[in-house]
C-alpha cells in the first residue's frame, strides 16, 4: 500500500507534518546533528504577524466563564485555531485574552487575507 506522503510527492508536493489548521503547517522543518552525529528534525522558528496584517471582523466582549476554544469555535468554526485569535489580538498565553470580563477580543480574518471595506 502507497503511502499518502508518497503520493504527495509523486506530484511535487510537500507533506505537512502538521494539519492545515495548525499555526506550524507552513513553517519549515530543519535538521542538525547532535554531539552522537544522530540527525534531529525541528521546526524553525515562527514569528508572530504584526497586528497590522489582520483585518478586523468584529470584537467578543469577553464574559465569565469564557474560554478561547468555544470562542474560537463560534466565530473560526474550528476550536483548534484559537491561536490566530492570540496572533489577531498579539498575545502569547491565551488565558489572558479571557481572564477579565468586559475586555474586547479582536476577531480577524487570517493574516494577508484583505477584507472587503465597502461592506
Not at 504577524?49 to 469555535?73: C, S, T, W, Y
Not at 477579565?100 to 484583505?114: A, C, F, Q, S, Y
Request: net charge negative; glycine share 6%; proline share 8%.
Amino acid at each position: 500500500m502507497t503511502d499518502i506522503s508518497q503520493l504527495l510527492q509523486q506530484i511535487g508536493a510537500k507533506p505537512s507534518y502538521f494539519s492545515l489548521s495548525s499555526r506550524y503547517k507552513d513553517i519549515p522543518l530543519a535538521t542538525m546533528e547532535d554531539n552522537n552525529g544522530e540527525t534531529i528534525v525541528y521546526v524553525r522558528r515562527r514569528f508572530i504577524p504584526q497586528p497590522n496584517k489582520f483585518f478586523l471582523l468584529e470584537e467578543h466582549m469577553v464574559a465569565l466563564g469564557d474560554r478561547l476554544d468555544n470562542i474560537a469555535n463560534q466565530y473560526l468554526g474550528d476550536p483548534e485555531r484559537f491561536w490566530q485569535i492570540c496572533d489577531s489580538n498579539v498575545v502569547i498565553d491565551p488565558d489572558e485574552l479571557t481572564e477579565n470580563p468586559g475586555d474586547k477580543i479582536r476577531i480577524t480574518l487570517p493574516e494577508g487575507i484583505p477584507g472587503n471595506t465597502n461592506a
